[in-house]
């Protein structure tokens, strides 16, 4: 049970009303983060910019947003973001991968390679190492390797959200929400 009471959107007005009236899932997470008032209206359209504007492709998107929930533990982001993830294309082989950990994984290819190393080091060491960075110009744009890295700060974000305040997980909406997102955007 969350450590926080989770907030009724029928309670709710204003912008954040009108934000839960056009969300076809009321999910939790975002039941969550209406407690952050002045919070919630712009963290909503930096997260929808990065799921439906970045140049960085969906695949790859999703690809570093899996890697930011294993690596932070973030339980409820996981389970949203796998059915995203099919829908656009990653494969259950790349899933597999991230969850282990091993980017080396031939369902991988080079260019995920680089990013997934990348996007650790992101996570783990804030400070990314030569090499990794390197590697990562070899395949991606500035625009991406900058998106990548607002992708990644965002959801490990969520992952803290969610995990300190210890969020109910919902059953798995991801397209649903995803698909209602695009519309917006």
């Not at 969520?158 to 995803?178: H, I, K, N, Q």
């Amino acid at each position: 049970m969350a450590r926080l009471p989770l907030i009724d959107p029928e309670t709710t007005s204003g912008e954040i009303r009108a934000s839960f009236d056009r969300m076809p899932v009321k999910l939790n997470i975002f039941r969550m983060m209406a407690h952050a008032e002045a919070n919630m209206i712009p963290a909503m359209r930096l997260a929808n910019s990065i799921l439906h504007k970045q140049k960085l492709s969906a695949v790859n998107r999703e690809l570093l947003i899996l890697q930011a929930a294993q690596l932070e533990g973030g339980a409820y982001e996981w389970r949203q973001h796998v059915p995203i993830a099919l829908g656009v294309g990653v494969t259950q082989a790349q899933i597999d991968a991230v969850e282990r950990g091993e980017y080396d994984d031939a369902a991988l290819n080079a260019a995920e390679r680089a990013l997934l190393r990348f996007g650790r080091e992101v996570v783990e060491k804030v400070r990314v190492g030569d090499a990794a960075f390197a590697t990562v110009r070899e395949h991606f744009s500035d625009q991406e390797i900058v998106e990548a890295i607002v992708a990644l700060g965002f959801y490990m974000m969520m992952a803290r959200l969610t995990e300190a305040t210890e969020t109910d997980l919902d059953p798995a909406a991801g397209m649903a929400v995803f698909e209602g997102g695009k519309k917006q955007g």
